[in-house]
């Protein structure tokens, strides 16, 4: 259990960060002062990223969590597009991964176990039997070490020593959040390691795109530009098949509505409880080549996913029952959410045909991912 402390921003936080802590609202509607607290002796704040275009980001310390992002619809107002909270004491009590920035492994480890150089590993289970999103004190529970170079970047580093959450080996980490004047937030992903380890760090933001965070996303347009994806059984783990999308309810290659096919007799869809799965990309690694792309109807809104990563892990919100309230008050709805998390594919290090997680003293890691909004 975390303990929080709010503290004055002031006292505790750096003249850059202190600068993003008073009482004027951003463009969202945030209170800079609602996000200044002491977690595990770390102290948490909220940082205001703005560019020439007229977007806004809004992004905590505490689990690198996107909290807002303001993008124009289609006749002209910024509209937030993103589910999260508006203080940081839900950030920290209610379970969730809203905006976070996830690691040490994004997605599942089957039993939170691997093997590398003839050792075994064992990570914490918090998920169906295996551990999933670096387990309950990974990435996104953690304070990073902020610094804002400019109006439009936060530069977000962490620490892990080796055996935290039982990965090998001591691994600083950097990430770079960047609003770009295309209309696109950028996330680049920097690490390096004192001996071979795993890593596949991924962002978790909840998309709505129709300006009413308090609706479901049944009518989002979907795109994946992927011709196969990798099946899950009843415990959400993936083994190693590498499947055809032609002919089922996981063809996005042209864009349809995401309720659609969503109650399809589908055992995929069964076992997803809807759509959580991971597609393999026909972008080769190439990231400006478009991923995948969602489309609002009601506000004109398309979100275009680009990355350098072989896998897409589509998330629906399935998991979302109106229990837990965000920003403004609002109960955020079943299914009232798209995840696009930029990966490689779950469970590899327990797949050796799966594109390699190992990252080594030699081979430092890095991984890109944007999300570029039209009207």
């Known amino acids: 259990?975390?303990?929080?402390?709010?503290?004055?921003?002031?006292?505790?936080?750096?003249?850059?960060?202190?600068?993003?802590?008073?009482?004027?609202?951003?463009?969202?509607?945030?209170?800079?002062?609602?996000?200044?607290?002491?977690?595990?002796?770390?102290?948490?704040?909220?940082?205001?990223?703005?560019?020439?275009?007229?977007?806004?980001?809004?992004?905590?310390?505490?689990?690198?969590?996107?909290?807002?992002?303001?993008?124009?619809?289609?006749?002209?107002?910024?509209?937030?597009?993103?589910?999260?909270?508006?203080?940081?004491?839900?950030?920290v009590n209610i379970d969730g991964n809203f905006g976070a920035l996830i690691g040490r492994y994004g997605n599942r480890i089957d039993q939170g176990r691997f093997t590398l150089n003839d050792s075994v590993y064992q990570l914490p289970i918090n998920?169906?039997?295996?551990?999933?999103?670096?387990?309950?004190?990974?990435?996104?529970?953690?304070?990073?070490?902020?610094?804002?170079p400019n109006d439009s970047t936060l530069c977000l580093s962490l620490f892990s020593p080796d055996g935290d959450a039982g990965y090998p080996g001591n691994i600083n980490v950097d990430v770079v959040y960047s609003l770009r004047p295309d209309f696109a937030i950028a996330i680049n992903y920097y690490a390096t390691t004192d001996r071979p380890t795993i890593l596949n760090l991924t962002n978790h933001s909840y998309f709505n795109l129709s300006g009413d965070l308090s609706t479901d996303i049944l009518s989002h347009e979907v795109s994946i530009n992927a011709d196969a994806f990798t099946p899950i059984d009843s415990t959400f783990m993936t083994r190693g098949e590498i499947r055809p999308v032609d002919g089922s309810a996981f063809d996005f290659r042209i864009p349809k509505p995401v309720g659609r096919d969503?109650?399809?007799?589908?055992?995929?869809l069964r076992n997803g409880l809807g759509y959580d799965?991971?597609?393999?990309?026909?972008?080769?690694?190439?990231?400006?080549?478009?991923?995948?792309?969602?489309?609002?109807?009601?506000?004109?809104?398309?979100?275009?996913?680009?990355?350098?990563?072989?896998?897409?892990?589509?998330?629906?919100?399935?998991?979302?029952?109106?229990?837990?309230?965000?920003?403004?008050?609002?109960?955020?709805?079943?299914?009232?959410?798209?995840?696009?998390?930029?990966?490689?594919?779950?469970?590899?290090?327990?797949?050796?045909?799966?594109?390699?997680?190992?990252?080594?003293?030699?081979?430092?890691?890095?991984?890109?991912?944007?999300?570029?909004?039209k009207n």
Not at 129 to 136: A, C, D, F, T, V
Not at 137 to 146: E, I, K, M, P, S
Not at 262 to 268: E, P, T
Request: aromatic share 8%; with cysteine.
């Open 127 to 148: 998920n169906y039997g295996h551990s999933l999103h670096g387990g309950p004190r990974g990435f996104h529970n953690l304070v990073w070490h902020a610094t804002q």
């Open 277 to 373: 799965h991971n597609f393999v990309l026909n972008t080769a690694g190439d990231s400006t080549l478009v991923a995948a792309s969602v489309f609002s109807p009601a506000s004109g809104i398309t979100m275009e996913v680009l990355t350098d990563e072989p896998g897409l892990q589509f998330y629906v919100g399935n998991f979302l029952d109106g229990s837990v309230k965000g920003k403004n008050g609002i109960a955020y709805p079943y299914r009232g959410a798209i995840v696009m998390e930029t990966q490689h594919f779950p469970n590899s290090p327990n797949v050796p045909s799966y594109p390699s997680v190992i990252v080594t003293p030699d081979t430092p890691y890095h991984s890109t991912c944007i999300y570029r909004f």
């Open 262 to 268: 969503i109650n399809a007799d589908d055992i995929q």
């Open 1 to 91: 259990m975390k303990r929080l402390i709010p503290i004055a921003c002031a006292a505790l936080l750096s003249a850059c960060a202190a600068s993003h802590s008073d009482s004027n609202l951003t463009l969202s509607g945030l209170d800079p002062a609602r996000f200044v607290a002491s977690v595990d002796g770390d102290s948490t704040a909220l940082y205001t990223l703005r560019n020439h275009a007229g977007m806004e980001a809004c992004i905590t310390n505490f689990g690198g969590r996107i909290v807002s992002l303001m993008v124009p619809d289609s006749s002209g107002n910024l509209v937030d597009v993103v589910l999260g909270h508006d203080n940081i004491d839900d950030y």
